[in-house]
């Protein structure tokens, strides 16, 4: 069942007047006892490192530790004089630099005239495209063209890099707001190694409920940790966790199929059931604006489909529909969970999007172990 996948999750417990709801997302310490893990780890094309095949007459050494720092600070000196136009300009350069790597023995991709089309709508005007240029071997003759004579081990990595920008440049957009600082790291690790993972982490990022999730700074900061930390393993089982979540977040409720979950709809009907004959009666005090009772709703339609529970009736009791039931049950915020026998409390209620307590609770009242979460 759906249910046994839930295991790596933890739903921490509030009492503040909107609980929250922690999930525990992998650091390098809970992967640790994996062990040895062989990464699906694709090689980069040895046309971009410029290291092997006839790349090699366009990269004939390999470029030193920081040799890179130079096209680096050119291509930032222009992502700051184009500003909202950086991408396309970025594209151009990545295009002239491909096309040398692609084919080296080509003298017309060596020669870039800076009277172009493409160079004077992208590139013209920018103090800093003669630098970007010359940062990789490029030489600038009187007439105004750019010409690429000799070696330039440094273009594989240039191309390299702008990938990697022009990546970010795509997903920040799609990436929340609160982690728009992590693209860089993620794609650096992913993009030339694992570039459907990154594809799926940003699917994952950007489902509808990720805002709420990263509202609480414990699960922020999980995230951000398996992300900043370069981890192939850590970012997969991120992944994997957060596919859950959302299958779970977006599932119908209480409504879903195989649910046990009753909507009390009056106080009459209150009243009549706790007066019936049941081992433990469980009830979800919750409120239609409340986000984490909406994420924790298809955890307790789950909870109730479980057969050691076949003999405990689960309810939920809307606050805006039955204020007088939430003044006469004194909850003061959601969800509460409280528990009935003989129509009274039996024990203390669970406050927050607990579902692990709510069910460590019905297991003791119901002297029972083996608890599904």
Partial sequence: MRILLLLALHWAATRSETPYVVLPLPTAADLAYRGPVLLRAKRMHAHLMGTSGESSRVSDASPGVGALDGFCDALGALRESCKDTYPAAAKLLWRY??????????????????????????????????????????????????????????LGEAVAHLEVELKEVELRPAWPASLQDCVSAACRTLLTQRPELLDALTEELGASHMPTLLEHADNLNRVRGSLEAGDIVAVEALVEQLGEIRKNATASGAGAAGSRVRDITSLEEWYDLLMTDYALLVADFKAAWCKPCKMIAPFFAELSQQPQYADVVFVTIDADALPVLVGENFVESFPTFKFFRDAEEADLPVVGADIREVAAKIDSLLGRTGNPF
């Avoid at 160079?119 to 103090?127: I, K, N």
């Avoid at 630098?131 to 004579?149: H, I, K, P, R």
């Fill in 97 to 154: 630099f491909k096309n040398i790597l692609d084919e080296p023995d080509n003298q017309r991709y060596r020669r870039v005239a800076c009277s172009s089309k493409a160079y004077q709508r992208r590139l013209a005007g920018h103090a800093s495209a003669p630098a970007c240029f010359a940062a990789v071997g490029f030489e600038e003759e009187a007439e105004g063209t750019f010409v690429l004579a000799a070696a330039a081990p440094l």
